[in-house]
Each structure stands twice: as C-alpha cells, then as structure tokens.
C-alpha cells in the first residue's frame, strides 16, 4: 500500500524539521519528505491540510492489563485506546498476574499483540522474580525473549544488598533497569502528599523526602555500578534537582514524569475525588511547577502516560480505600500540547518528549521520520479541542482526574508501519 500525506505541517523533533510538506509512505517506510520518489503511484491520499504530521508516540509507561487483569481492561480494548491517541509504541510494565519474569510469559505478550496488528508492545522483565524484591530473574535469558529493560513496577526492592547485586549484574551485560525511587516504608501507609491538603482531608501522606531517600540510594548505587538507570515518574522538586546534578556528574541516568503530573497538584483532590488517586501522589504547586521546568529544560527526558485503566468499582470507593491509577494513552498527546502551549514552547521541541527521546530511552529506532524509517504517523488536528468523556475514551478504563476538561489535539490519522490503523469518525 502507497501513501501520500499531503498539505501537511510535518514535525520531526530529532530531525529538527518543521515544515509544510508531502510524506510518501511505501511497503512500510517512509521514501520520500516533499518530493515523491521516481514512479511513486499513491494507492491513498490523506489530503492533512491544517493539520500536524508526527511521528507516532512512544509511551514509556502503559499497563495494557493481560495476562491477569482482564476484568480492567483487555490488551485490545487498550490498543486500540493507543492509535486512538496516536500512540505507535508502548512499553508494559511488568505487574501483570503472574508477573513477566519468564521468557514465555513475554514471547505470548508479545505474539497477542503482534496478532491485534496494531502498535508494537515493548514489554518490561520483572527485576525479580515474582517481584518480590528477593531472587533476581534470569536476565541474561529472559533479554533474549525480547524484553526492552528489567524494573520492578510498582514493588521496591527492600532489600538494598539485593538491589545492589541486580544493578551490578545488569551493568555487566549492559541491562537498563528502570526503578521508581520511593522508600518503602515512609510511602506504604500513604494515599496523597503529606502536605496541608492530606492533613485537610484526614489522609495518610506520603513525604517528599520518600522519594528523595530513595533516589539518593539509586544514585549511589548507579554511581558504583555504572549501571544504566532509568527513573520512572518523578514527583518532587528535590528529585528534579538531584537528577540534574547527576547528569552533569556523567551518570548514565535518564527520568520521566507521567503527563497528569504535569497540570494537577494536591489542590485538586478537591473533596476526596478518587480519580486523583495516583502514585506518586499529585505533589505541591511548587512541586508541579519544577517537573513542568524540568521537562521544559530536558531535566526530565520523557513525559509518559502511565497509562492505567481500572473498572469502576474499584474507584467509587472512600479514598483511602480506592486504587491509584489513571487512564492516559489517549490523553498524552494533548496533555503534552497543553504544558506546551501553556509553557510557550514551540512544537518541535515539546513533540520530542513523547517521541525521539523515549525512543532512545527504550533503545529502539522509532519516534522520528527519516528517510527509510518505518512509517509510524500520526496526524492531529491542533485546534481540535474535545471534551473528556468516558464515551470519548475507547479504553476500557475510564478513570481519568480530566473528566469535564476541554483539551486540545484531537488524533485524526494514525499509520502504524504504514497501515491506517485508527482513522477519526
């Protein structure tokens, strides 16, 4: 199948192209940028006029639910969520029931979504095994299978002997292991910040400084390791501050922050709304405003969705009671078009957080649109602002904090691999 986009306003961040010009897509790839190669014939014309050609996202952070949590959502309903969303990879955490700590648990995953023949799934190898924060996984055979990096979800490793031996034995092989630093015990009993809002609403908080302790405790150990780590969801101003200054020391460090991070704060818990129910809590004003700066600046390498659809049930709940998560694969691009408009910052420098640059994280070739590379697009309409509804969100999960919110970015096209995989009503 040829294609022509036309008429286009075509962004590559790692290109540093923003121009009005054709794309011609053949046999998968892209083979041509504004003039069409020799006897190219287009079996489709998709005529963009006023509209932005993208690379496809890449979500760093996407719990699509199988195997084990079907009764959330299904790993269809979520992929059709992300090229709803204009989303074309997705890495997968790997909390599933049982967890991803064996080759073939990763080789089904991957084969199920390579059936749904929509995005391309990059799932996570659990760090240990079942998680548990006590025997590590056989890396070395389960990278074979296809995991992208080794993390623990959701579940620290306590145990810091432990966590020493895994980031020197992923260090040996050259592993990335991606971990969100939050101690333990300070953040076990917590629902929300420890802060006036918390204190307010009579709810558990969880500290800054259980981040900070933590990450101050990853550092060391990347330090002593040389281990290439990943810091997953960023919440506080400290941490920000503590990564910036491992970047200019050479550490192989890179970070992200989920997109709801960057608007909400502790102020819109409002009275006990559970959709604001997430981990890492929404943080203070002051807080949100550093992880905007840090993102601005390239502190923060990647805004994410982490995307995480529940049922209902689990949300109509007392707040202390409900579970934390958000939906967000549909909402990351125009989440990340509000921070932009709202930091006033031009387009091709806020596109690369959700495309070359946690492309490079993942370590694939993917969020760009060079010659020859492979045709994942997608096309948005930047003054189509829609209303956030649960009739508008195709995942099974509802549960999103912007219910009610205008947001600009409506998805008109997205190719995967050069296939029309979601095409707008």
Same mark, same amino acid.
């Given at each position: 199948?040829?294609?022509?986009?036309?008429?286009?306003?075509?962004?590559?961040?790692?290109h540093g192209l923003d121009k009005v010009q054709d794309v011609y897509i053949a046999e998968g790839r892209i083979v041509g940028l504004g003039t069409a190669p020799d006897g190219f014939r287009p079996d489709r014309v998709v005529d963009a006029k006023g509209l932005v050609v993208m690379p496809g996202l890449v979500d760093l952070a996407a719990r699509l639910r199988e195997p084990g949590f079907e009764h959330k959502a299904t790993l269809q309903s979520e992929m059709h969520a992300a090229v709803a969303g204009g989303v074309t990879s997705l890495a997968c955490p790997p909390d599933t029931d049982p967890p991803?700590?064996?080759?073939?648990?990763?080789?089904?995953?991957?084969?199920?979504?390579?059936?749904?023949?929509?995005?391309?799934?990059?799932?996570?190898?659990?760090?240990?095994?079942?998680?548990?924060?006590?025997?590590?996984?056989?890396?070395?055979?389960?990278?074979?299978?296809?995991?992208?990096?080794?993390?623990?979800?959701?579940?620290?490793?306590?145990? =810091?002997?432990?966590?020493?031996?895994?980031?020197?034995?992923?260090?040996?092989?050259?592993?990335? #292991?991606?971990?969100?630093?939050?101690?333990?015990?300070?953040?076990?009993?917590?629902?929300?910040?420890?802060?006036?809002?918390?204190?307010?609403?009579?709810?558990?908080?969880?500290?800054?400084?259980? @981040?900070?302790?933590?990450?101050?405790?990853?550092?060391?150990?990347?330090?002593?390791?040389?281990?290439?780590?990943?810091?997953?969801?960023?919440?506080?101003?400290?941490?920000? @501050?503590?990564?910036?200054?491992?970047? @200019?020391?050479?550490?192989?460090?890179?970070?992200?922050?989920?997109?709801?991070?960057?608007?909400?704060? @502790?102020?819109?818990?409002?009275?006990?709304?559970?959709?604001?129910?997430?981990?890492?809590?929404?943080?203070?004003?002051?807080?949100?405003?550093?992880?905007?700066?840090?993102?601005?600046?390239?502190?923060?390498?990647?805004?994410?969705?982490?995307? =995480?659809?529940?049922?209902?049930?689990?949300?109509?709940?007392?707040?202390?009671?409900?579970?934390?998560?958000?939906?967000?694969?549909?909402?990351?691009?125009?989440? =990340?078009?509000?921070?932009?408009?709202?930091?006033?910052?031009?387009? #091709?420098?806020?596109?690369?957080?959700?495309?070359?640059?946690?492309?490079?994280?993942?370590?694939?070739?993917?969020?760009?649109?060079?010659?020859?590379?492979?045709?994942?697009?997608?096309?948005?309409?930047?003054?189509?602002?829609?209303?956030?509804?649960?009739? =508008?969100?195709?995942?099974?999960?509802?549960?999103?904090?912007?219910?009610?919110?205008?947001?600009?970015?409506?998805?008109?096209?997205?190719?995967?691999?050069?296939?029309?995989?979601?095409?707008?009503?």
């Amino acid at each position: 199948m040829k294609t022509q986009i036309q008429n286009g306003r075509v962004i590559d961040p790692k290109h540093g192209l923003d121009k009005v010009q054709d794309v011609y897509i053949a046999e998968g790839r892209i083979v041509g940028l504004g003039t069409a190669p020799d006897g190219f014939r287009p079996d489709r014309v998709v005529d963009a006029k006023g509209l932005v050609v993208m690379p496809g996202l890449v979500d760093l952070a996407a719990r699509l639910r199988e195997p084990g949590f079907e009764h959330k959502a299904t790993l269809q309903s979520e992929m059709h969520a992300a090229v709803a969303g204009g989303v074309t990879s997705l890495a997968c955490p790997p909390d599933t029931d049982p967890p991803l700590d064996e080759p073939g648990l990763v080789e089904m995953l991957k084969h199920r979504a390579r059936v749904l023949n929509l995005a391309p799934v990059y799932p996570l190898g659990a760090l240990t095994s079942k998680l548990e924060g006590e025997r590590l996984t056989e890396m070395a055979e389960v990278r074979d299978a296809g995991w992208v990096a080794f993390s623990q979800a959701e579940r620290p490793v306590v145990d =810091t002997e432990v966590l020493w031996r895994a980031l020197q034995y992923a260090a040996t092989f050259d592993f990335a #292991v991606w971990l969100r630093p939050q101690d333990a015990f300070l953040g076990k009993a917590g629902v929300a910040h420890d802060g006036e809002v918390a204190t307010r609403l009579g709810l558990p908080g969880i500290p800054s400084f259980a @981040e900070t302790i933590a990450l101050a405790t990853l550092l060391q150990l990347a330090r002593a390791t040389g281990t290439r780590l990943h810091l997953c969801r960023l919440s506080t101003a400290e941490g920000v @501050e503590m990564v910036r200054k491992a970047k @200019e020391e050479g550490l192989k460090v890179s970070c992200d922050v989920g997109a709801h991070h960057l608007h909400l704060s @502790e102020m819109d818990l409002g009275y006990f709304d559970t959709h604001c129910n997430v981990m890492p809590p929404f943080r203070s004003l002051r807080d949100r405003d550093a992880l905007r700066e840090g993102v601005r600046e390239g502190v923060i390498d990647a805004v994410c969705s982490d995307h =995480t659809p529940l049922d209902e049930d689990v949300k109509q709940m007392p707040f202390g009671e409900s579970e934390p998560g958000a939906t967000g694969l549909e909402l990351l691009l125009p989440l =990340t078009l509000k921070w932009a408009q709202e930091s006033k910052l031009p387009l #091709v420098k806020a596109l690369a957080r959700v495309t070359c640059d946690p492309a490079r994280i993942l370590g694939i070739d993917a969020g760009h649109l060079g010659l020859n590379a492979v045709a994942d697009v997608c096309v948005f309409d930047p003054e189509g602002w829609f209303k956030v509804s649960p009739e =508008t969100l195709k995942s099974q999960g509802k549960n999103t904090p912007f219910l009610g919110y205008e947001l600009p970015g409506r998805v008109r096209y997205t190719f995967v691999a050069g296939h029309l995989c979601y095409e707008a009503a």
